[in-house]
Antibody
């Protein structure tokens, strides 16, 4: 069965960076594009970006341009999202999601808390 | 970017009633790329409907989607206890993908 298992919660100080991982299993990792979506406390869903199946093409939401990098390691079927220059407004749950017909599978989410 | 506006913001209904949730787009959306998600507290979103009207794997047939162009609807025919949650529409045919702000379905 398809599973996306994300890394654990993180607490970071303003200005720091965070790198969240998402390990895929149960399907051919190199056949699907992957997205990252975040959700601030009590808020809606916000799209961050997409990485193509081979990992050589990314597209990021304008809001995160210059601060985010999405990569994937096909040898371990793992996706990564690094967000830099963190600020308090980046406190959120970060999700990876597979693009099938819709975002058909989601990771369990990783809470990133930015606090001094 | 395409803005999706969901209505109502909160919907209060009783068990067994019919729920109708609306999603209106700021410009035409290809139906192929219109999806609906359900999210319960502390959980990741779950895909319910893709292609505006196709149910995802394992989704009960009391959930149905319809619409085209700029107006889309999610209908839950007879509410079960597990259906009370927040529902989001999404378009992913035009970059950037966007989500509606959500409709909270609560028990009356």
């Amino acid at each position: 069965q398809v599973q996306l298992v994300q890394s654990g919660a993180e607490v970071k100080k303003p200005g720091a960076s965070v790198k969240v991982s998402c390990k895929a299993s149960g399907y051919t990792f190199t056949s699907y594009s992957m997205h990252w979506v975040r959700q601030a406390p009590g808020q809606g869903l916000e799209w961050m970006g997409i990485i193509n199946p081979s990992g050589d093409t990314t597209s990021y939401a304008q809001k995160f341009q210059g601060r985010v990098t999405m990569t994937r390691d096909t040898s371990t079927s793992t996706l990564y999202m690094e967000l830099r220059s963190l600020r308090s407004e980046d406190t959120a749950v970060y999700y990876c999601a597979r693009l099938g017909s819709g975002f058909d599978y989601w990771g369990q989410g990783t809470l990133v808390t930015v606090s001094s | 970017e395409i803005v999706l506006t969901q209505s109502p913001g909160t919907l209060s209904l009783s068990l067994g009633e019919r729920a109708t949730l609306s999603c209106r787009a700021s410009q035409s959306v290809s139906s192929i790329y219109l999806a609906w998600y359900q999210q319960k507290p502390g959980q990741a979103p779950r895909l319910l409907i893709y292609g505006a009207s196709s149910r995802a794997t394992g989704i009960p047939d009391r959930f149905s989607g319809s619409g085209s162009g700029t107006d889309f609807t999610l209908t839950i025919s007879r509410l079960e206890p597990e259906d009370f949650a927040v529902y989001y529409c999404q378009q992913y045919g035009s970059s950037p993908p966007t989500f509606g702000q959500g409709t909270k379905l609560e028990i009356k």
